[in-house]
Structure formats: structure tokens, C-alpha cells
């Protein structure tokens, strides 16, 4: 059971989807996996607002599917939809919107590598 206020259990719902089609992405069901990338993203839209980071994760995994699917317009138009929800957000935070992306893609340097 998820505790907390209402945007804090959507939040929360809208992950747990996101988890889920993740998953069925990736075993190839991309029908179910677009459904749940839908389910999350209406429902963070709706609890959290269209320019909130977890509308923006939604959009952003919603977008690879688009892409892994052949469906590169309407992938780019979601990835584009997602910059601006980073962009619209991360002036709050006083980060630039690559300061914003939830994860790292470089690898801290090992100590002692020549």
C-alpha cells in the first residue's frame, strides 16, 4: 500500500507503470507495454500536471517504445514534449535541463587508470 499525499501516490502509480512496461517492452509485448506507458502518463498528467520530472520520465520512456516500434514521428514529438517539460522545470532547481536527466551516462574515472 502506498502512503502519502495524492501527488506522492500517483507519483508513485505512475512509476510502478512505467516499471511494468518497461518490462514487457522489453520481452517483445509492446502492446501491453504501450498501454501501461499510457496509463502513467494520463495519470501523471492528471495528479501531477503535464510539466511535472515524473510527466517527463513517463514521456520519455513512452518515446522509446515509439522509436522501438517504428514509430519515429510520433517518438521524436514525445521526446520533444519531454525536453519541454524538463526545460520548463529545471529553472526552479537553478540546473540546466542535462543537469535534470534522472540518470548519469559517464562513469566516474577509476583512481589509478593511465
Request: charged share 30%; proline share 4%; aromatic share 8%.
Amino acid at each position: 500500500m502506498i502512503t502519502g499525499t495524492a501527488p506522492e501516490k500517483a507519483s508513485a502509480a505512475a512509476r510502478s507503470f512505467v516499471i511494468w512496461a518497461n518490462e514487457f517492452s522489453r520481452k517483445g509485448r509492446h502492446a501491453v507495454a504501450e498501454t501501461l506507458y499510457q496509463r502513467a502518463l494520463m495519470l501523471a498528467e492528471k495528479t501531477l500536471g503535464r510539466f511535472h520530472p515524473v510527466t517527463a520520465e513517463v514521456l520519455e520512456c513512452y518515446a522509446d517504445l515509439l522509436a522501438k516500434t517504428h514509430r519515429q514521428d510520433e517518438s521524436a514529438a514525445m521526446k520533444r514534449r519531454a525536453k519541454a517539460v524538463w526545460e520548463a522545470f529545471t529553472p526552479r532547481l537553478g540546473r540546466s535541463y542535462k543537469d535534470a536527466e534522472p540518470f548519469s551516462l559517464r562513469r566516474p574515472e577509476q583512481e589509478g587508470a593511465d
